[in-house]
DNA sequence: CGTCTATTTGAATGTACTCAAAAGCGGTGG
DNA sequence: CCACCGCTTTTGAGTACATTCAAATAGACG
């Protein structure tokens, strides 16, 4: 009873078994090891990416050469630079797998095809949008709103099982605190018993 | 030669003269007093508007009474609280217009009649939704990765008309900090002659 | 013209950062 | 299997960015 990509589509969908197999046709699956670039700053993000195995960072590098991670990805999820891969101009951000990693792709022109060929596809890249604009417009509220401590809280609730898979470096990144700071706030807790 | 409704269609998508109608019947144009609640926190939201003139402010209420301006919308673009409209569930957010507003709005059940007889339609809310959400990651970033006085300036980059129209307070809350700090921020500059 | 709100200015404070150094941990090769 | 190397985490001191509070000034609106 694992996850997988087409009872993902079905959670938002109802496709024929036609329209599934068609879909399995176009899917490549393709294993990368931890610590790989799927897409650096500036080149062309050629395929989307169905997370059925690891996690991945989505980073950038600001004018200070400092790395900033804007989200994770993980499980029965997506990865994509979506700019990019929309326009198949240069990619605004980095992407690197934090784990090994089972992707499973489909490429720009495959992907154009099946939103072709299978009409209800739209309304599913439209709910995915739709859900990932949600959480984005969250996230942009925790950050204005909440102070670090907080900002942590909400990581944990979002990414339950991301904390005892990624380094905390990674973590501090995403909430926008040094690690020298998150490291304080761990330790404060410890002391007070997690109050 | 001024924006309208149907010109926003026809940027993303090609309509016929007889859908163009069809959605003109359905439209109701609507007018606000500057400071009118258009959708409070918990309230459903059950239209989506499309601002023809005007601008609004889409904010949210902290746990200390804070009020923080998550995004602010004008000309030629839409205003909703997304979750809300289309689960038709409590909303997150308050939006209040913050000029003298007029909204053509579509309700929920219109917005879906639309959408299922102008199979079109669902890419261009597809489209919008994409660029929203790009947006939205842009933001997320400069939020971690910028101090305040960069963040102002992609404020100004990316509402170049909004400065002279709405108060200081507002857009200090949009970036994150005290209405005092931006104060600050703006007299340091001018004695620099913005350098 | 008066009232209410917004903005400015300055002082004291707090939150989070930088830098440096030490300790911990994980993977690799001998 | 252990020792070593490199990277991550911890800890602490000093600092910078931004806040809070208070009071004075400026602006907007009826």
Redesign the interface.
Known sequence: MQHNIIQHFNNIINLTKEEESRILSLVKVRRYKKKTMLIEEGAVCRAISYVFKGCLRIY?I?SEG?E?N??FTLEDWWVVD??SF?EQTGA?FYIETLEDCELWQLTKNDFDVLLDEI?IL??W??VL??N???S??????Y????KAEDRYDKFLEKYPTLESRISQRHIA?YL?ISPEFLSSLKSKRHKQQKP
């Open positions: 950038k600001d400092i900033n804007v989200y979506l700019k929309i605004r009409l739209e309304k890249f439209r949008l739709q990932a604009l949600i984005s417009e969250n996230r942009i509220h950050k204005t709103s909440l990144s926008g």
